[in-house]
C-alpha cells in the first residue's frame, strides 16, 4: 500500500492499450481539465508514481496494463470554519460529530479541508477509513475504522441493512399528511449530475429506496421530523420529503437546483444524521453513537 501523504491517499488510474508514446501524454488525454504544465509540476514533486512508489517522469515510455499512481492537490483551496469532533474512539472505531459544510472524504473542490483527512492529521492515523459517508450539506454521525483490514466486516453491515439510521429534519407542515407514514419508491439519476429522481410507478420498476417518517413537533408552519431510512440511496431522504411536498429547510437541491453560492452558515441544511446503532462484527458489543448538535427552527418573520 503506497503511503498517504498529509492525510491524503494516493488516486490510481488504469492504464490501457493504447497509441500514446510517454506517461504524460496519456495523463493529458485522460484529464482534459489538468493542464500539461501542472502535471509536470507534480511528476517534479513525485507526485505521480507506479506501483512500487518510484516516481514517473514525463517522458517516460508508456506502459499499459499496469495503473499509476497520484496525489491529488486543490489549488488555493478556500479554508472552512465547520468544526468537527470526536464523539468516542476505541481501537476499533472513531465515531465524529461532522458539522454543516464539511464534506467527509476527498471530492472534487475539497480536499484538505474535509473530514477524513482532518482527522487523519489530528489523531495521526493515516490508514483512518470512513466506514459510510453523508452529505456535505448533512451534519451529524460518522463512522470511522482504525483498521482497513476491518473495513469490510463493517461495511457489509451496511450493505446487509443491519444498521439502524435515525435522522432528524425540518420542513414546512402539511395537514393532509398523516404520520407516521412510510415513503417507498424507485431512486434513478435524475436530469442533473447533482439531481437524483423518483420514477414513474408506471414503468413498473422495482422500489429500492423506502424512508419511515414521523412529526416529532410543530413550530408554526414548521415541523421536526424523524426519518429512519430502510434503504440508503443516494440523496433518498432529501428526493423522498421533496416528493411529499416537505422539502427540507435549506435545500438547494431539491425540489429546485439553485446556482451555486457561498454556503450561508444561517440557512445550513436543516437535516441531521442523528444517532446510529448497530452489532459489532469484530467485538460483538451493542454500539450506539447519537450527535450532539441540535437543528434550529427559523425565527419568526
Keep these: 500500500m503506497l503511503p498517504v501523504r498529509d492525510g491524503v491517499g494516493a488516486s490510481q488510474v488504469a492504464l490501457p492499450p493504447g497509441r500514446w508514446a510517454c506517461m504524460l501524454d496519456f495523463l493529458v488525454e485522460r484529464f482534459p481539465a489538468i493542464p500539461a504544465s501542472d502535471w509536470l509540476v507534480r511528476m517534479a514533486a513525485g507526485d505521480v508514481v507506479d506501483a512500487e512508489g518510484q516516481a514517473v517522469t514525463p517522458g517516460q515510455a508508456y506502459a499499459p496494463h499496469g495503473k499509476l499512481y497520484y496525489y491529488r492537490t486543490v489549488a488555493d483551496e478556500a479554508p472552512s470554519d465547520a468544526r468537527a469532533w470526536v464523539l468516542f474512539e476505541d481501537e476499533l ?12 472524504t476527498p471530492s472534487g473542490r475539497y480536499l484538505q479541508e474535509t473530514l477524513l483527512v482532518r482527522l487523519r492529521r489530528q489523531l495521526g492515523e493515516p490508514t483512518l477509513t470512513p466506514l459510510h459517508r453523508i452529505d456535505r450539506d448533512t451534519a451529524g454521525v460518522v463512522l470511522f475504522a482504525r483498521h482497513p483490514s476491518l473495513c469490510a466486516g463493517y461495511q457489509a453491515l451496511f450493505a446487509g441493512r443491519q444498521v439502524a439510521k435515525q435522522y432528524q429534519a425540518i420542513a414546512p407542515v402539511d395537514p393532509r399528511l398523516r404520520f407516521p407514514l412510510s415513503r417507498i419508491s424507485t431512486l434513478v439519476a435524475g436530469d442533473h449530475f447533482m439531481r437524483m429522481r423518483e420514477a414513474d410507478a408506471s414503468d413498473g420498476a422495482t422500489p429500492n429506496a423506502q424512508t419511515d417518517i414521523d412529526l416529532m413537533e410543530r413550530q408554526g408552519p414548521w415541523a421536526r421530523y424523524r426519518l429512519r431510512p430502510a434503504t440508503g440511496k443516494r ?31 444561517a440557512n445550513p441544511l436543516r437535516l441531521l444524521a442523528e444517532s446510529i446503532a448497530f452489532r459489532d462484527p469484530v467485538s460483538g458489543k451493542d454500539r450506539h453513537f447519537a450527535s450532539s448538535r441540535q437543528l434550529h427552527f427559523p425565527l419568526p418573520g
Design 235 to 265: 440523496h433518498q431522504l432529501r428526493v423522498h420529503m421533496a416528493a411529499l411536498g416537505l422539502p427540507i429547510l435549506g435545500d438547494r437541491i431539491y425540489p429546485a437546483l439553485a446556482a451555486r453560492g457561498a454556503d450561508d452558515a
Design 93 to 104: 472505531l472513531v465515531a465524529a460529530d461532522k458539522p454543516h459544510f464539511l464534506a467527509v
